[in-house]
């Protein structure tokens, strides 16, 4: 059990461009005010999936891809996930939450889809998803 990226990077390319503007910034506001360590761990994750992947949720998040350390984290051993977790220790530091520049001019509601009844964000008959 190795293989953590092929399925979502997968996924992630069968998404329409909307879908993944969705993802992006969903990711964005649900990291909230998580550690720039944390952000920069996650947006290597996305990256391993996917580069668009990890290039889209770093925008979102306001962050400089060219400041991440995309080198990927095998985590393979003991050691190599010890030493993975402990990259970018120095960024273990409070940032504020993100507010994408690509919802900057939405309404309140924004594209969220944490909402009462997701059905009314779109129509399961157009979703390519669906076999």
Known sequence: DH???SQPGMLFRAMSPEQKLVLFENTAR???DSTLQIKH???VHCH???P???KGVAEALGIDIGTVDLTPMKSD???A???DKARGADLNVPTQPANPKSAMNLPPEGRDTNV????TLYSWEDDPQVL
């Open 116 to 119: 009462k009844d997701p059905a």
């Open 77 to 79: 051993s003991r050691d």
């Open 3 to 5: 293989d953590y990226y």
């Open 81 to 83: 996930w010890e030493k």
């Open 52 to 54: 668009d992947y990890g």
């Open 48 to 50: 391993m999936a996917d």
């Open 30 to 32: 649900n990291m909230g």
């Open 41 to 43: 761990r996650h947006i």
